[in-house]
C-alpha cells in the first residue's frame, strides 16, 4: 500500500507566501514525475506544475514567477512554495505522484486528500 499525507495551506492575505508538502510513504520502489494541482470552486482541477525525476520543472502560465516546485527523494516528497499569492489561487490543492511500488513494480497514478489554500484580498 501506498499513502499520501499532504501538510501545510491554511488562510493567508494576498501578497503573504505559503508553503505545501506531500509525504508518500508504503512499499515505494520509486517515484518519477511528481506535481501539484488545485481546484477552485466551480472550476475544473488544473495543474499548478510539475517536477521529473531528473528535476525538469514546468509551470502553470498563472503561477510562473511566483511558484517554486522542488522534490525531496530521500523522504518522498514534493513541496510548493508559493510567494505573492493572489486571491485567484485559492483553491485545495492536490499533490500527485506517479509511484512505482515496491511489492509488485506496478506504477500507479496517487493523489493526496487535498489541502485548503485561501488567499483574502
Known amino acids: 500500500q501506498v499513502q499520501l499525507v499532504e501538510s501545510g495551506g491554511g488562510l493567508v492575505q494576498a501578497g503573504e507566501s505559503l508553503s505545501v508538502s506531500c509525504r508518500a510513504s508504503?512499499?515505494?520502489?520509486?517515484?518519477?514525475?511528481m506535481g501539484w494541482y488545485r481546484q477552485a470552486p466551480g472550476k475544473q482541477r488544473e495543474l499548478v506544475a510539475g517536477?521529473?525525476?531528473?528535476?525538469?520543472?514546468n509551470y502553470a502560465d498563472s503561477v510562473k514567477g511566483r511558484f517554486t516546485i522542488s522534490r525531496d527523494n530521500a523522504k518522498n516528497m514534493v513541496s510548493l512554495q508559493m510567494n505573492s499569492l493572489k486571491p485567484e489561487d485559492t483553491a485545495v490543492y492536490y499533490c500527485?505522484?506517479?509511484?512505482?511500488?515496491?511489492?509488485?513494480?506496478?506504477?500507479?497514478?496517487?493523489w493526496g486528500k487535498g489541502t485548503l489554500v485561501t488567499v483574502s484580498s
Open positions: 517536477i521529473t525525476t531528473g528535476g525538469s520543472t
Open positions: 500527485n505522484l506517479k509511484i512505482v511500488r515496491l511489492v509488485d513494480m506496478v506504477r500507479g497514478d496517487y
Open positions: 508504503g512499499s515505494i520502489f520509486t517515484i518519477h514525475d
